[in-house]
């Protein structure tokens, strides 16, 4: 059972250069998080999903788009890469977040825009 | 909107001591308070949650106590070990189900 899984691990990018961070999950989780976390700071939630099809916005999602096509899959995007956007990325999911059911984390996708 | 306030940022205590965490929170409707557990290089973890209903609850040398009148809730590690050096997170959600972090403590548990 792999979990939240994230992918690229690292990434460099270049002042206006488009990406798109991966995340899948395979807990059968409707919901599911984008947060970017910068140094010394908590995490600020990004986008969130809870179902297939349906995506809202969060604290900061000035900068970037998301999509949920499947249950599994809940990719961001980065359409114009700004040196603000250098953080650490981390996608999450749960079964039932009103009911107190834990968030799990995947462990990060570290991007630094230059 | 929800404000959650995390101290201190960092907090050294040697093997075996007690560690205390404390956050605070602004919205009276949240009603769950998990805290996190961050060790270098890897996402958060769970390591422990209270509802609102509770007051304290425990887990081992962890535990957690919730002051629902004053808006505040700590972390409490008894024991240390070293091995419970990290960044540790609060956060809260009400029945929207977003959870709001604090700031974060560092905690580093010397040998």
């Known amino acids: 059972n792999a979990g939240v899984t994230q992918t690229p691990k690292f990434r460099i990018l270049k002042i206006g250069q488009s990406m798109t961070l991966q995340c899948a999950q395979d807990?059968?989780?409707?919901?599911m998080y984008w947060y970017r976390q910068d140094p010394g700071m908590g995490l600020k939630l990004i986008y969130y999903s809870v179902g297939a099809g349906i995506t809202d916005k969060g604290e900061v999602p000035n900068g970037y788009n998301v999509s949920r096509s499947t249950t599994e899959d809940f990719p961001l995007r980065l359409e114009l890469a700004a040196p603000s956007q250098t953080s650490v990325y981390f996608c999450?999911?749960?079964?039932?977040?009103?009911?107190?059911?834990?968030?799990?984390f995947g462990d990060g996708t570290r991007l630094s825009i230059l | 909107g929800e404000n959650v306030e995390q101290h201190p940022s960092t907090l050294s205590v040697q093997e075996g001591d007690s560690a205390v965490i404390k956050c605070t929170y602004s919205d009276s409707a949240s009603n769950y308070f998990p805290w996190y557990k961050q060790e270098l290089g890897k996402g958060p973890q769970l390591i422990i949650d209270i509802r609102s209903n509770v007051g304290e609850k425990k887990d081992q040398r962890i535990a957690v106590t919730l002051n629902k009148t004053a808006k505040h809730f700590s972390l409490h590690i008894t024991e240390t070990q070293p091995e419970d050096s990290a960044v540790y997170f609060c956060?809260?959600?009400?029945?929207?189900?977003?959870?709001?972090f604090g700031q974060g403590t560092e905690l580093s548990v010397k040998p």
């Open positions: 999450a999911s749960t079964f039932r977040p009103g009911d107190g059911q834990p968030q799990h």
């Open positions: 956060a809260v959600s009400n029945q929207g189900g977003k959870l709001i």
């Open positions: 807990m059968n989780h409707n919901y």
